[in-house]
């Protein structure tokens, strides 16, 4: 069965989300890492960063790029920092304008072991 995506240039066609439906809510520009990306108003981090990138980070161990696992706040991979220090999880934290999120931790962040 075909789905119809939207419309969207910003989304690159390597990306891993395609969106079959269309929001009606306005859009919003936030940062990943330094790249503006666009969102629209009441979507989460996480469906935001898959629609401009592959993956919303790497795995710890082994740097591999890593996309969420459960997609509903249960597990610990989407977790993502905002530029200010703060930690959010992707999956269940919507996007806001002027958001700047960072993917990687910040220096001295403790690793598990």
Do not use: H, Y
């Amino acid at each position: 069965m075909a789905v119809a995506a939207d419309d969207s240039s910003s989304r690159p066609a390597s990306a891993r989300l395609v969106r079959v439906a269309r929001f009606n809510s306005p859009p919003v520009r936030l940062s990943v890492d330094g790249q503006s990306i666009e969102a629209n108003a009441g979507e989460s981090v996480l469906a935001a960063m898959l629609r401009a990138r592959d993956e919303i980070g790497k795995a710890e161990l082994g740097g591999q790029g890593r996309a969420g696992f459960c997609l509903m706040g249960a597990c610990q991979d989407c977790w993502v920092w905002l530029r200010d220090g703060g930690r959010i999880r992707a999956c269940t934290t919507a996007v806001a304008a002027g958001m700047e999120i960072v993917t990687g931790a910040p220096p001295g962040f403790p690793r598990n072991a």
